[in-house]
């Protein structure tokens, strides 16, 4: 889990980098919460997501946006960390160009960016959407989404209420060619607390069907 730092579109970005352990292997990235709520790179669900995509033989990047520890420029309300985000990918793929899947992570805020960033970018082909703001921000812009994922909330979020990730997902469901899963843990809330355990596990079964053979997903 080396430190790395890597350009970004207003300075450096600092990162937590596990290369692939074979040729082609795939690649994810996991982005973390709302700056302005103290989200970093070393959020615990952060590193759980990333834990679980190295255990699986992907290379892993997570890092900090913008402002956030060693990265240099100022918080941009979304705009600039999407900017982070493609320059983190391209910084990723420029090590291992012969991926032939990519994934990407995000928790709250970094789920939005994670969602934004799959919009623009046609190799990824699967997303985790932990704790999505759904009630914070226009998600209309998936129109169409172009990958399948899942999304998990907690059914005791307060930041977040659980009806409006349902909407959400309720409309993403009506598009052709993708498949969405939802998962909503039971006593968790925005943060995963005393559940990240049960919210991991939901992650881990989801990717199972989705990195098994037999997917019918791709």
Known sequence: MPSVIFPGPEGRLEGRFSPGPRPRAPVAMILHPHPH??????????????????????AVLRFNFRGVGRSQGSFDNG????????????????????AQ?????????????????????????????????????D???????????????????TVVQPNSVEKLVEKLRTQK??????DVIPRANHFFEHEI??????????????????????
């Not at 709520?37 to 992907?58: A, E, P, S």
């Not at 705009?79 to 012969?98: K, M, R, Y």
């Not at 060619?177 to 939802?182: A, D, L, M, P, R």
């Open 139 to 157: 998600f209309t812009f998936l129109a169409p989404c172009p990958a399948s994922g899942i999304f998990v909330h907690g059914a005791q979020d």
């Open 177 to 182: 060619h993708i498949t969405i899963h939802h």
């Open 197 to 218: 355990d049960d919210m991991m596990l939901s992650v881990d079964k989801y990717l199972d069907f989705r990195l098994s053979p037999d997917c019918p997903i791709r």
């Open 37 to 58: 709520g103290g989200g970093t790179m070393n959020d615990r669900i952060v590193q759980r997501l990333y834990k679980t995509f190295v255990d699986r033989g992907f």
């Open 79 to 98: 705009v600039g960390e999407l900017s982070d985000a493609a320059s983190a990918l391209d910084w990723v793929q420029s090590i291992h160009p012969e």
């Open 101 to 137: 899947t990519t994934w990407v992570a995000g928790v709250s805020f970094g789920a939005l960016i994670g969602m934004q960033l799959l919009m623009r970018r046609p190799e990824v082909r699967g997303f985790i959407s932990v704790s999505a703001p759904a009630n914070m921000y």
